[in-house]
């Protein structure tokens, strides 16, 4: 029974986690400044393919599935189908309905929204990670390389698997009838706050609200 207290707030925490990180995804959309890695690619595949995010982001995934399923399972778990279905769902949602509020947001408006949006899928993510209940299936691509492949340190296989996102992302966005002024939109200074600031603020949330939370729950089981 204690166990089972314990196992459904990790659920909650996975759940929470993904739909916080969801809505962020929605605020990097509307500040158009850059989004982080593996959204720049997405958004190079929205702009190309003429379907909805939310069945976008569910089909790329469900391949990405398929290679860790192949490769190397370890790393999937519960919080990955949850992160598989509900996060491209919730993003579209969140970007459609911030487009309605804000038609036309004005450039500090947008750059006040990034901001917001880095705090806010680093608190998502510090909940989702904490959970330990599976990883997204871009991320366990990285893990796979390095646990199973033994290719090499994470941090270097992640920087490299950033990079081709970006790179593929920006590609596929010209192709798809983009201009390269817009490129920022999609690849910009947003990409490289995460690369840099979402480490840092993640640990800190993790620390300071994320691992209390869940430590919490397992005090109250004793």
């Known amino acids: ?8 707030r990790r659920v909650f925490m996975s759940l929470f986690g993904v739909i916080i990180c969801s809505i962020s995804v929605g605020l990097f959309k509307l500040a158009a400044l850059g989004v982080d890695p593996f959204q720049s690619f997405m958004a190079g595949m929205d702009a190309l393919i003429p379907i909805s995010f939310g069945n976008l982001y569910t089909i790329v995934n469900v391949i990405l599935l398929a290679f860790s399923l192949i490769f190397y399972r370890k790393n999937i778990g519960l919080a990955t189908f949850i992160n598989m279905f509900l996060l491209g769902y919730i993003t579209q949602f969140s970007y459609e309905t ?43 691509v990285a893990i796979t390389m390095v646990e199973k492949w033994h290719i090499w340190k994470f941090k270097y296989i992640r920087i490299c698997t950033d990079l081709v996102c970006v790179i593929v992302g920006v590609v596929i966005f010209v192709i798809a009838g983009h201009e390269i002024r817009e490129i920022p939109t999609i690849a910009g200074i947003g990409t490289i706050i995460t690369a840099f600031f979402m480490g840092p603020l993640i640990d800190f949330f993790n620390n300071k609200i994320a691992i209390p939370f869940l430590n919490k729950g397992k005090k109250n089981d004793l």
């Open 98 to 140: 911030f487009m309605r509020w804000f038609p036309e947001p004005s450039m500090v408006f947008r750059f006040a929204s990034l901001i917001i949006a880095v705090v806010v899928i680093c608190f998502g993510s510090a909940f989702y990670m904490t959970a330990n209940l599976g990883v997204s299936t871009y991320d366990a």
């Open 1 to 8: 029974m204690k166990l089972d207290r314990i196992f459904w």
